[in-house]
């Protein structure tokens, strides 16, 4: 193998590397992205349903403060149910 050849075959080697390793940095980078959105809309998610979880627990315990009150009213001993 002559030098001008190898020279030109160490230059495609070289070009077609460097054309690899772009798209490769741009899929891990595009992957990356959609991993942090995923995890981003996750979080909402959650953050939504303790949001809504603390709702449903405060109408809860005013309902059952309001029952209490209302049985203390007509004179029903309430018990806990196991």
């Known amino acids: 193998m002559s030098q001008d050849e190898f020279t030109k075959l160490f230059k495609y ?4 590397l460097n ?3 772009a798209t490769i940095a741009t ?3 595009s992957l990356r992205e959609e991993v942090r959105q995923g ?3 996750i979080a909402a998610r959650l953050d939504d349903d303790d949001t809504e979880r603390a709702a449903y627990e405060a109408v ?3 309902h059952d403060a309001q029952i ?3 049985a203390n009213h ?3 001993k309430l018990s806990e149910v196991s």
């Open 13 to 16: 080697i070289d070009d077609r």
């Open 19 to 21: 054309k690899t390793e």
């Open 27 to 29: 899929d891990v980078a």
């Open 39 to 41: 995890f981003d809309q």
């Open 60 to 62: 809860a315990n005013r």
């Open 68 to 70: 209490q009150e209302l």
């Open 74 to 76: 007509i004179g029903l």
